[in-house]
T-cell receptor, first 114, second 113 residues
Framework: DAGVTQSPTHLIKTRGQQVTLRCSPK?????VSWYQQALGQGPQFIFQ???????QRGNFPDRFSGHQFPNYSSELNVNALLLGDSALYLC?????????????FGSGTQLSVL | AQSVTQLGSHVSVSEGALVLLRCNYS??????LFWYVQYPNQGLQLLLKYTTGATLVKGINGFEAEFKKSETSFHLTKPSAHMSDAAEYFC???????????FGAGTRLFVKA
C-alpha cells in the first residue's frame, strides 16, 4: 500500500519564477492538505482540497494556489516566487469520514528560491 | 482561534531517562490533540492522538500523553529514552468540526549516550 508520494523531492528556482509541486494521496484517501515548513518551524497550513475544491485556506497570499484531480491527487502552484518561499512543502492526505483527523504525510518537496 | 504552544525548542536527556515534552493548547471548542514525530529529511508521522474518551493516550514507540482540560495541556512522555527517539516532535490541535490541523513550533529531542 503506497503512502503519500510527493514530487519532486528537491527543486531550485529563482525569484519571480513559478513552481508546481505534486502529491498523490495514500490509497483510499480523498482529502489533501498542503503545509509549508520553514527551517526550524512547525508546518503552516496552506489549504485543504476535498472533492476537487478548496475547502479551507490558511493565511497565505493568492500566489499560492492548488488543484485536486478526480483521482484525488493534487498540485500546489506558487507564482512570483520570493526568497521567503524557500521551505519544505508537505502534503498530507486523510479521509473525509470518521478518521478524517489523522493525517498521513509525504516526505515533502524541498524548495530553494535563489 | 485554536493554537498550540510547545515549551522548549530543544530538550536534551540521557539514554534511559524520562522524556517529557510540554504542549499547551488553546481552543474554543473540544479539541482533537496530536503528537507527531519528524525524523531528518522525512515527513511527519503520527505518534498518538486524543479525540474523546480516556484522557491518557498511548502511542507508538512507548510514548504516551495525558489530556488535562483544566490545564489545557497535552504533554508527551516516555519512561526511558532511546537513542532512536532523537527527532523533532510536534504537538497539534484540530477543532472538532474543523478541517485545519494547527501545529506547534516543535521541540527537538536530543538523546545523550
Amino acid at each position: 500500500d503506497a503512502g503519500v508520494t510527493q514530487s519532486p523531492t528537491h527543486l531550485i528556482k529563482t525569484r519571480g519564477q513559478q513552481v508546481t509541486l505534486r502529491c498523490s494521496p495514500k490509497s483510499g484517501h480523498d482529502t489533501v492538505s498542503w503545509y509549508q515548513q520553514a527551517l526550524g518551524q512547525g508546518p503552516q497550513f496552506i489549504f485543504q482540497y476535498y472533492e476537487e475544491e478548496e475547502r479551507q485556506r490558511g493565511n497565505f497570499p493568492d500566489r499560492f494556489s492548488g488543484h485536486q484531480f478526480p483521482n484525488y491527487s493534487s498540485e500546489l502552484n506558487v507564482n512570483a516566487l520570493l526568497l521567503g518561499d524557500s521551505a519544505l512543502y508537505l502534503c498530507a492526505s486523510s479521509l473525509s469520514g470518521g478518521a478524517r483527523e489523522k493525517l498521513f504525510f509525504g516526505s515533502g518537496t524541498q524548495l530553494s528560491v535563489l | 482561534a485554536q493554537s498550540v504552544t510547545q515549551l522548549g525548542s530543544h530538550v536534551s536527556v540521557s539514554e534511559g531517562a524520562l522524556v517529557l515534552l510540554r504542549c499547551n493548547y488553546s481552543s474554543s471548542v473540544p479539541p482533537y490533540l496530536f503528537w507527531y514525530v519528524q525524523y531528518p529529511n522525512q515527513g511527519l508521522q503520527l505518534l498518538l492522538k486524543y479525540t474523546t474518551g480516556a484522557t491518557l493516550v498511548k502511542g507508538i514507540n512507548g510514548f504516551e500523553a495525558e489530556f488535562k482540560k483544566s490545564e489545557t495541556s497535552f504533554h508527551l512522555t516516555k519512561p526511558s529514552a532511546h537513542m532512536s527517539d532523537a527527532a523533532e516532535y510536534f504537538c497539534a490541535v484540530l477543532n472538532t468540526g474543523g478541517f485545519k490541523t494547527i501545529f506547534g513550533a516543535g521541540t527537538r529531542l536530543f538523546v545523550k549516550a
